[in-house]
């Protein structure tokens, strides 16, 4: 069992970012939450706020996003935002 997430954000116009990702901190509606492999299946509002990506080889990226939705299964984590 590999111990990183799939991960991508999505803006209208683009994928911001898509990799695989060993921590994901979400910005969520109700409150900050974060998501590893093998999380529950989740389907989630954002709030405006920074998505902290850790990626596998412990390199960590921020991105501010203005709300949106985040669908999360256990090997894959979905993030549709209006703006980032």
Request: hydrophobic fraction near 40%.
């Amino acid at each position: 069992m590999t111990n990183s997430i799939t991960t991508q954000i999505i803006t209208p116009e683009k994928i911001l970012f898509e990799g695989e990702a060993a921590y994901v901190q979400i910005p969520g509606a109700e409150g900050e939450f974060g998501v590893l492999t093998g999380h529950a299946p989740t389907v989630a509002m954002l709030q405006p706020g920074i998505v902290g990506v850790e990626l596998e080889n412990g390199e960590k990226r921020e991105f501010a996003i203005s709300g949106g939705v985040a669908e999360i299964v256990p090997e894959r984590c979905t993030l549709l935002v209006e703006t980032a």
